[in-house]
């Protein structure tokens, strides 16, 4: 953290980047933003290019989390409104990179959602098995009447033959 502190130092010292200080959403905090000044820096250096990217996407996902936990949280935390499917699996993806803090609000958001999913598995789950076992029934009540049809054959044929000995 140390090098990165110095390097970034550097570069608003050369006036590549600026430094200023942004107050966040937790009231009395305050965070160190930087804004790149010279797009030249972009060409010169694809990675931080690429950080930028990222950095865009996660702020786009970020306004949506908190869009969505306000909504959520206003209209009394319906399931309805929480994140499913594809939706979800970006906020985990987010939330595994995402190295600040979300809001109370976002947080129980996000718990509640990684509960429906949670809940959603296991009603998966007891479908498949459920169905496994079903599966397993007609199986087995299949395999006794074919075992009773083969047993009333049996007992057919033996009546169709003559019961006494060779003559």
């Known amino acids: 953290r140390a090098e990165a502190e110095e390097v970034l130092d ?11 200080e942004a107050p966040a959403e937790e ?4 965070h160190r933003r930087l804004e790149i000044i010279h797009e030249s820096l972009l060409a010169a250096w694809p990675r931080l290019a690429r950080w930028r990217d990222q950095d ?31 939706s979800f ?11 600040g803090r979300p809001t109370a609000r976002e947080q129980s958001f996000g718990r509640a959602m990684e509960a429906q999913a949670g809940r ?5 789950r007891l479908g498949i098995g459920a169905a496994f076992a079903a599966l397993l029934i ?5 395999s006794q ?3 009773r049809s083969r047993a009333a054959e049996q007992r057919a044929v033996q009546q169709t033959l003559p019961t006494g000995g060779p003559q």
């Open 10 to 20: 550097r570069l608003v010292g050369a006036r590549l980047l600026t430094s200023f």
């Open 120 to 124: 959603r598995r296991i009603r998966m």
């Open 56 to 86: 865009c996407e996660g702020a786009r996902l970020r306004d949506q989390l908190r869009q969505a936990a306000q909504l959520w949280d206003e209209r009394g935390r319906p399931i309805e409104l929480l994140w499913s499917g594809p």
């Open 89 to 99: 699996a970006e906020y985990l993806v987010w939330k595994a990179r995402y190295v």
């Open 145 to 147: 009447l074919w075992v």
């Open 138 to 142: 007609v199986l087995a009540v299949v």
């Open 27 to 30: 009231e009395g905090t305050r």
